[in-house]
T-cell receptor, first 112, second 114 residues
């Protein structure tokens, strides 16, 4: 069975501070892992994905995430938060070729 | 390259009515998935269509049905609407049943059931 847990439904950081959004997953097969961002009244936009290979993946807008199999984690980070990063972030897991399982989301607030 | 487009963007229905939502997949994508996103929740998988056949279904009742057309566009139909059906309905397209590992989402259709 597949599932995703996002720790912290709301995260606030100061502009310029480190962003860390946590994601732990459960999967019965080697999964693909994703982070999506959703701005108000919009659909989901892919930030980054892990399928195979290098466990540290870089995405758009300066975000990156590291796949840690031993910890079943795929935490999202960005060294320096920008006001435009304020949005809802969703972690997702997918057995290849199968449906996506999303977490409940983390709302990121950036304080000027 | 044309992205995923959905229509209508917003609609209001009353309990018991039926609704049809439409989705045009991204150019070249042959697989369409539908997700329901209730307020404050993550998207939940409804079903996937590949080559005009349903190819996977989540935990949704039969009153949620769909179609995929030869041009890969898709419809989501919901009969006998209930208040809990109020949500953002997201369409996502992909290549080859998602085996390339990425979904491309439209901006959604927000359904309100009164």
């Amino acid at each position: 069975a597949q599932s995703v847990t996002q720790l912290g439904s709301h995260v606030s950081v100061s502009e310029g501070a480190l962003v860390l959004l946590r994601c732990n997953y459960s999967s019965s097969v080697p999964p693909y892992l994703f982070w999506y961002v959703q701005y108000p009244n919009q659909g989901l936009q892919l930030l980054l994905k892990y399928t195979t290979g290098a466990t540290l993946v870089k995405g758009i807008n300066g975000f990156e995430a590291e796949f840690k199999k031993s910890e079943t984690s795929f935490h999202l980070t960005k060294p320096s938060a920008h006001m435009s990063d304020a949005a809802e972030y969703f972690c997702a897991v997918s057995p290849p070729g199968n449906q996506f399982y999303f977490g409940t989301g983390t709302s990121l607030t950036v304080i000027p | 390259e044309t992205g995923v487009t959905q229509s209508p963007t917003h609609l209001i229905k009353t309990r018991g009515q039926q609704v049809t939502l439409r989705c045009s997949s991204q150019s070249g994508h042959n697989t369409v998935s539908w997700y329901q996103q209730a307020l404050g929740q993550g998207p939940q998988f409804i079903f996937q269509y590949y080559r005009e056949e349903e190819n996977g279904r989540g935990n949704f009742p039969p009153r949620f049905s769909g179609l995929q057309f030869p041009n890969y566009s898709s419809e989501l139909n919901v009969n006998a609407l209930e208040l809990d059906d109020s949500a953002l309905y997201l369409c996502a397209s992909s290549l080859s049943q998602g085996r390339t590992g990425e979904l491309f989402f439209g901006e959604g259709s927000r359904l309100t059931v009164l």
